[in-house]
């Protein structure tokens, strides 16, 4: 007969379940992502994807994010059906975030100087922040997956070329989907924000839980924030 001690415990993991859903794959090797995961008290395991990550001619932001996010997603599965039993199909999750500005799109710096453009880009202006998210069911079903963006718009204060140097020496850009982290130092820049803060660090978590819960059609998150 159960005990209180466990309809208690076994109440809390039911609660668990509920509002956190199974434990994920993280199929991104961002230490930002993994952090989100673990703050928000998410069960994870990372399993970084390895994909071309070049953009298509003409290529819009929202469709590339959201094909990369599933690529991501795709190339985690297929090293996960290896290697796992087909019985035990993961939950896996990809992700893509990038900062468009007047219609330029802004991965990753290449290099200092291109991290010095960035910033002389964003300077005074507002600029948005796309990511893209997949959840991927593992296993035989591999068409079994679900894809969505989020969209916040991000306003800087005008830089001078001091505080861009004094930036980019940090090293901090160097990383970053438009040269900055807005966790970081580069939190001194941002005067104003809509939207999901989350998802300028790389993870918007609201639409990942809702994406779990499936509660809501996927195309209600597509247009979030756009105005």
């Known amino acids: ?42 069960p994870f395991d990372k399993s970084p994807a390895d994909i071309d990550e070049t953009r298509h001619p003409n290529e819009e932001p929202i ?24 019985s035990e199909r993961r939950l896996i999750l990809g992700a893509d975030t990038v900062v468009v500005i007047a219609g330029e799109l802004l991965g990753k ?10 910033l002389k880009l964003l300077s005074g202006r507002w600029h948005e922040v796309i990511t893209g998210l997949a959840l991927l069911r593992s296993g035989p079903m591999d068409h079994d997956s679900q894809v969505a963006h989020e969209r916040t718009r991000v306003r800087f204060a005008a830089l001078t070329a001091g505080e861009i140097d004094w930036y980019i020496g940090s090293g901090e850009p160097m990383d970053k989907a438009g040269a900055y982290a807005i966790q970081g130092k580069a939190a001194r820049f941002v005067e104003e924000i809509q939207g999901d803060y989350l998802n300028i660090v790389g993870l918007p978590v609201h639409l990942l839980y809702r994406l779990c819960q499936n509660r809501v059609p996927i195309a209600d998150f597509g247009m979030r924030n756009a105005d």
């Open 1 to 42: 007969m159960e005990t209180e001690q466990e309809r208690q415990v076994s109440a809390a993991e039911t609660n668990h379940d509920e509002f956190f859903g199974e434990r994920l794959v993280l199929a991104s090797a961002s230490p930002r992502r993994a952090e989100i995961l673990r703050a928000v008290g998410w």
């Open 63 to 86: 469709a590339y994010v959201e094909r990369l996010a599933l690529q991501k997603a795709q190339a985690t599965a297929q090293h996960l059906s290896a290697t796992v039993s087909n």
């Open 109 to 118: 710096p290449i290099d200092e100087e291109d991290a010095r453009r960035m």
